[in-house]
């Protein structure tokens, strides 16, 4: 009976082995990439430390961003972006999803493909397309404008649109994977529910409110959280279009990190920043488990 218990535990002493060395890659990875990086970032962030200096002032880069006009103008801006573009991702995404699922499975893909290419595209040939789009001599746009008599305008140099001229290539760039997610979420909705309710002549808005927006409910929360925390790292667009221009109307947190790491040489306050930019995320996205998670079933 003793050899028994003792072949037993090594038995699971060598199943826990097993299954930590299969973890083993992908923790490895995250404590090198992730958790080491993170908690190098918190240490900077506590000393002035630039090219030619290295020195201890504990909350003194914090203290200063929060006095700092452009961090604040960054911050507002990004806040802003999130505000805009999440909501009009999620809306456009359900539309969209919702038109092309009762089509035929060939119209289906193609849509789907149409819609998914360029979030699998390289951020700089989108940049591109749209920096001719928006140009203020040949665009496309313009040019459409014109048509209705209007005078020709600076989409990305004017302080009254370049903000929402970078938040319309945002939006075209992230809705390729909700679109894919929410035609998936539709097909996983049984149709006798919406059967049994057009029986009992539900409109088609009754039928979307009660029956397929709360059994959407998981695919929401999962879309809701990753876009706006892709959205608050806004960047690549930023920095191709407008460098933060005109006078950083268009600046955000994740350009302010680059500009002052990478271009200033600032690497204490460009981590304090990124800091700010991770609590920030962290908070709003717990505040969503907490409040779209509570009609998800785990």
Known sequence: MFAAVLKSKRLVWREWLVSYLFLLPAMAFFLLFVAYPMLKGIYISMFDYTLNRFEFIGLGNYTELFQDKTFLKA??????????????????????????????????????????????????????????????????????????????????????????????????????QPIILYVAALGNI??????????????????????????????NLYIIVITTINTFQTFAIVQLLTAGGPLYATSTVMYGVYEKAFMLGSFGIASAMGMILAVVIGIISILQFKFLGSDVEY
């Open 75 to 176: 911050m507002k801006n990004t806040i802003l972006i999130v505000l805009i573009t999440v909501p009009v991702v999620i809306a456009f995404s359900i539309f969209v999803a919702n038109t092309i699922y009762t089509k035929s499975e060939f119209t289906r893909s193609f849509f789907r493909g149409v819609f998914y290419l360029p979030a699998v595209s390289s951020v700089v040939s989108i940049t591109v397309v749209w920096a001719s789009i928006y140009d203020p001599n040949y665009g496309i746009l313009n040019f459409i404008t014109s048509l209705f008599g209007a005078e020709p305008i600076a989409w990305l140099g004017d302080l009254r649109t370049a903000l929402y001229a970078i938040i319309a290539v945002l939006v075209t760039t992230s809705v390729g």
């Open 190 to 219: 049984p149709t006798s529910y919406i059967e049994a309710a057009q029986i009992d002549r539900a409109t088609p808005g009754q039928i979307f409110r009660k029956i397929v927006w709360p059994m959407l409910m998981p695919t």
